[in-house]
């Protein structure tokens, strides 16, 4: 008890240390009429008595409205956002069925492409991988030699012209991502003149993946031309061994981005799962924005905007996801191109935030597959 009180003074304390975005934060919700910060604050610290913390999403949820009593926030929303962020992962990773989960695919980016192309899953080709600085797989061959230099090998993968995307193995929210094109022996990272050398010593510097870039259904690229705007979709695992669709989502990247992520400025927007079709508004990070019901930059509505090939993804991401019958939910990152969906990630660890926020509570549909 004497640890759990301390706990929440500690909550208390983090709480008015950033009142500027967790108490006088702006409303993503500009026409409504809104509470006062005192009641804001109250709201608070009433989540940290009830479940051990204040709610980060208290704004992007909308908590902020005069009409999200206590009684409709707490039935309607899961509180606060990091408790589902520890279930999933005890659920993904402590399955008493089984000694070992599935997670590792999905955890480390290589695993999970040569697991999609075993199935014949439609994913970005490797060029090439880097692991502890020696380079493990190039052209669809694993290299056992590892006392080949990596330097050279490199220089002699990337002598070739080559348009690519390049990203950490295990990174998180688009950090270590870049696009890579290397056209008469001149070398471009996120479309700056760089070197053979200077790109040498980026790809040793972590774990790295290197992919060949895809192309996006004209369509998507409508929405924002610079980033491959890709669906974020979660499947769960009942009880009963059925592989059913959670959430969905579109990420969409800011016009001069190389990456669709809401944390590097992206917009999200919900999707109607029946229709495939994008709901009317989008979400933005607080420093970037609030809620927009057309894309900042191309103007795009979004209201009605239909995804092409959303079934067929739907479809894939339930099968996949049978293979994976080890894992309790995925969130899966899906592009669409010309030819049909293409599955780039599958997550986890995945974040109810942003769903919760496009589709409204979920508290309900949580405890029916989660708890």
Not at 57 to 86: H, N, V, W
Not at 135 to 154: C, G, H
């Amino acid at each position: 008890m004497k640890f759990q009180f301390v706990k929440k003074c500690r909550k208390a304390y983090s709480l008015i240390k950033h009142r500027s975005s967790l108490i006088n934060g702006v409303s993503y919700y500009a026409e409504c009429e809104h509470k006062s910060k005192m009641q804001i604050l109250k709201d608070q610290l009433y989540f940290i008595r009830k479940y051990g913390n204040y709610e980060p999403f208290y704004f992007t949820y909308g908590f902020d409205r005069t009409e999200m009593t206590r009684e409709r926030m707490t039935s309607e929303y899961l509180i606060p956002y990091d408790s589902f962020q520890a279930r999933i992962n005890h659920l993904n990773n402590h399955n008493p069925n089984f000694m070992y989960t599935s997670r590792v695919i999905t955890a480390d980016k290589f695993y999970f492409n040569v697991f999609l192309e075993k199935f014949g899953i439609p994913t970005p080709p490797v060029y090439c991988f880097i692991k502890d600085k020696k380079v493990l797989y190039v052209d669809a061959q694993f290299e056992i030699d590892t006392q080949q230099d990596a330097v050279q090998q490199l220089k002699q993968l990337f002598s070739r012209d080559m348009d690519a995307f390049c990203k950490p193995s295990s990174g998180q929210l688009g950090n270590g991502i870049f696009a890579l094109k290397i056209q008469d022996s001149k070398v471009y990272v996120d479309g700056t003149l760089s070197s053979i050398d200077k790109l040498k010593d980026i790809l040793l510097s972590a774990n790295y993946l290197v992919q060949k870039r895809i192309y996006q259904h004209p369509k998507m690229s409508t929405l924002c031309d610079s980033t491959i705007n890709s669906i974020r979709m979660q499947t769960v695992m009942t009880k009963e061994g059925e592989v059913v669709p959670f959430g969905a989502g579109l990420r969409m990247g800011r016009q001069g981005s190389s990456v669709d992520n809401w944390a590097k400025g992206g917009v999200f927007v919900g999707i109607d799962m029946e229709t495939g079709k994008l709901m009317e508004t989008g979400f933005l990070k607080p420093q970037y924005g609030t809620s927009v019901k057309e894309h900042p930059d191309t103007h795009v509505v979004f209201k009605d905007f239909e995804i092409p090939y959303y079934k067929e993804a739907e479809k894939q991401a339930i099968e996949l996801h049978k293979r994976l019958y080890r894992c309790h939910s995925v969130g899966w990152d899906i592009a669409i191109t010309e030819e049909g969906p293409m599955f780039i990630e599958g997550n986890g660890l995945w974040e109810i935030s942003l769903i919760q926020a496009a589709h409204g509570g979920l508290k309900k549909k949580i405890e029916k597959y989660f708890l």
